[in-house]
């Protein structure tokens, strides 16, 4: 490695902590212009993606949310304004003029039809994740989106915004780890995954992750976030899924796995993703780590620690010393640490650019052909995992603009 | 018989010989910044609570951000306190630094500073002309004396802050340290201030520094502009790029003209100095980034045993860099 090269790697790792602005001005909208948001979906996500909307009241003002589920539109209704009307079905809210977007954060098997109808009836779309329940599904959104293309549909794969992750891809791009091959993820806990379910209500109702007629479990619900992840940053997508798991440990009646693999494997990308959640054991958690042939990026949810292999270790060790207001800080564990300002949380720069695109007519960072393509993966994957099989991509789910 | 002493002579020369020198490395965090020590020798001969001691030792007598501290009992007081010979020694060096730039560089400008938001406390407005105006009342360093060991105000108002010095000046102690210890083959590193003296082993080759640069516009990150081989001596850099917040479209660096009591802003973004003492470096870097690029130049030439490296931005917006000709020297050629 030349030493111009050096100096300019060295530079991603001593420095960058300015992201929080280039986030800022990649997502900031020139126009000031407040949208009047409907919520539909008042669950956690939903209160989630309400407090950070609270956070940037020039952009956006709720105006009206909705519920079919009476506790949820309650809960809801203590955080806003008293002027925010309040339905029970989607459909009356999208009915609203004074509704310019919503936010569907409801389970899975509803996002397609509620975002249909949300398009149908002129509104902007902020879809939560996964994007829709199957493959077929996910065809007719990128179809419908066409037809609509003045309307905005973003996804809410938020790793695409979130400022730790952008400097990963970053990284990728600039051959930092070298050429990765492996990818290990996991999203483990040891409970039950299950939430009360208050008098009067269902367990369908609120614990819909446990069905499969409702959700796609623990792939759809949490490893969508990395599958994701990896699409974009290497700008690919799986050809081959393999998949297994098992109701292992919580035998309560649910229908989803509590314990699931799945591999994918990229062949243009020259990669294997593995993917795992369990619900019977909690200690690694959360891992995300890429690995290269020049070196290892190891992340937690908001933490990202980078492993030089020995060779590039040697590379980055050149200069004895760096004067200056920053520079290259190394663990004791031999690791450097990727992001020492943390930024926002990644939903706050993922609603500036839901912003951002629906003043200046733009397409979102997490778009419906991004979510398409994940939510094909997820499908792939869970479509494995329940049939202990493998899955091919095909060409059909090549989505374009 | 010959062959025997020289068998036996090759034996005890072998006896002799000293294992190589290798390296030592020892890193930890101190004054809310990171440092790192490599140094040669044949064993290890420094340890890591030996450093930490001196650091918190140091951080008890400088440290604004520790109410306990020395120099926040001067701040407290009415008007003078028992010294210790740290903070003795920082005032020392700082009202030197005062008289030789002429009042650019002064420890009692921590009130505008403050003000300013760059203190321990984060304010909500910035000041207006009027306010400081009164802080200026209360900042001049001839306003700070020693009567024997005691170090004292004119007027309670004085607050001292000696942010811009101490650093380079704990680096220093640290090589002390080192040095008392018999090491001769050292660099030092406290939050970007270096020291440095000898060589590397067990290859013997000198030391290289980087120096880190911001990138060619605010939104990229920093890299490293040069790499130099100064041999023995000390490297400080200011920068205004990294420390600074924005209010109305404009830059409020963390350097404040203790002429003015208003941010600097001029055309240069970080100066590098070097110098035989860290505390020497540390003092000038920041004073020479409030001179600009003319005035800092005009102010070498008087002052043989500093050399500095700008980086500076241009009318046209790009980014150009210079240095002294003694500077220029330590430069590695790609």
């Known amino acids: 490695m030349s030493r111009r090269t050096f100096l300019r790697q060295a530079g991603i790792l001593s420095g960058g902590l300015l992201l929080h602005h280039q986030l800022m001005a990649a997502y900031s909208s020139r126009l000031r212009q407040t949208i009047n948001i409907g919520f539909i979906g008042c669950g956690d996500r939903g209160r989630g993606l309400l407090h950070v909307m609270k956070d940037l009241p020039e952009q956006f003002k709720v105006t009206a949310i909705c519920d079919i589920l009476d ?48 398009l149908a009836a002129g509104k902007h779309v902020f879809l939560e994740k996964t994007m829709t329940y199957n493959i077929s599904e996910a065809q007719q959104l990128v179809a419908l989106s066409k037809k609509h293309a003045k309307q905005v549909l973003q996804v809410g794969h938020q790793y695409r915004y979130v400022p730790l992750y952008f400097r990963v891809k970053e990284m990728i791009e600039k051959g930092y780890l070298g050429k990765v091959t492996h990818i290990d993820c996991r999203w483990d806990r040891n409970w039950n995954w299950r939430r ?112 030089p292999e020995p060779a590039t270790r040697k590379e980055l060790q050149t200069v004895d010393g760096v004067s200056g207001a920053t520079k290259i800080e190394w663990n004791t564990d031999g690791g450097i640490p990727i992001l020492k300002e943390k930024g926002k949380d990644g939903t706050w720069y993922a609603l500036k650019d839901f912003h951002k695109c629906i003043t200046e007519k733009q397409i979102p960072a997490s778009n419906v052909i991004t979510g398409a393509t994940t939510a094909v993966c997820v499908h792939l994957a869970n479509d494995a995992a329940y049939a202990h099989s493998v899955r091919q991509w095909k060409p059909a789910f090549n989505f374009s603009t | 018989m010959r062959c025997l002493t020289v068998i036996c002579l090759l034996l005890v020369v072998a006896a002799v010989r000293p294992a190589p020198k290798k390296a030592w490395r020892l890193q930890g965090f ?83 500073v403050q003000a300013w938001g ?56 640290l090589a002390d340290l080192l040095e008392q210890r018999g090491i001769t083959d050292y660099i030092i590193e406290l939050g970007g201030e270096i020291r440095l003296r000898g060589r590397k082993y067990p290859g013997g080759e000198k030391m290289q520094i980087g120096i880190e640069a911001p990138g060619d516009n605010e939104f990229q990150p920093a890299m490293l502009q040069q790499v130099i081989a100064p041999g023995d001596g000390a490297i400080t850099t200011s920068g205004s790029y990294r420390k600074f917040y924005e209010s109305d479209g404009k830059k409020i660096t963390h350097i404040i003209d203790a002429r003015t009591g208003y941010p600097v802003q001029n055309q240069l973004i970080s100066v590098t100095v070097l110098a035989k003492k860290a505390i020497t470096a540390d003092a000038y870097d920041n004073a020479l980034m409030a ?9 070498l030439q008087h002052h043989p045993e500093l050399e500095a490296y700008f980086i500076y931005r241009k009318q046209d917006g790009s980014i150009a860099d210079t240095g002294t000709a003694g500077f220029e020297k330590w430069k590695i050629v790609e």
């Open chain 1, 71 to 118: 506790f949820r539109l309650a809960q809801m209704q203590k955080e806003v304004s008293d002027d925010v009307k309040t339905y029970k079905d989607h459909r009356q809210l999208l009915e609203d003029t004074n509704v310019d977007a919503v936010i569907i954060a409801t389970p899975l098997n509803m996002h397609y039809p509620i975002a249909a109808h949300a």
């Open chain 2, 118 to 173: 760059f203190g321990t406390k984060k304010v909500t407005e910035l000041p207006d002309s009027f306010m400081i105006q009164q802080l200026r009342a209360c900042v001049n360093s001839r306003y700070l004396s020693f009567r024997g060991s005691r170090l004292c105000k004119q007027q309670p108002c004085v607050k001292i802050d000696v942010n811009g010095i101490a650093q380079g000046y704990s680096v220093d102690v």
């Open chain 1, 196 to 307: 009360p379910v208050p008098d009067g209500y269902t367990d369908k109702q609120v614990n819909w992750r446990m069905y499969k007629a409702y959700s796609g479990g623990l792939v759809a619900e949490l490893l969508s976030h990395q599958i994701d992840f990896v699409n974009w940053a290497f700008n690919t997508h799986p050809d081959e899924v393999m998949g297994t798991g098992g109701i292992d440990f919580y035998k309560d009646g649910r229908e989803t796995y509590d314990n699931v693999q799945v591999v994918l494997r990229y062949n243009q990308g020259n990669m294997i993703g593995n993917f795992g959640a369990t619900c019977a054991n909690a200690r690694e958690g959360y891992i995300f780590k890429l690995k290269g042939t020049k070196g290892t990026v190891s992340l937690l949810v908001n933490e990202g620690v980078f492993y």
């Open chain 2, 291 to 299: 001179m600009g690029l003319k005035q800092a130049f005009a102010f």
């Open chain 2, 30 to 112: 101190a004054q809310g910044t990171t440092w790192h020590i490599t140094y040669y020798s044949t064993d290890s001969i420094l340890s890591f609570q030996s450093i930490d001691s001196t650091l918190q030792q140091l951080d008890s007598s400088l440290s604004i951000y520790k109410p306990y501290s020395r120099i926040s009992r001067f701040n407290d007081a009415s008007d003078c306190i028992e010294s210790d010979i740290h903070l003795s020694n920082v005032v020392e060096a700082a009202l030197q630094t005062y008289a030789a730039t002429n009042g650019i560089f002064d420890i009692t400008i921590y009130p505008v």
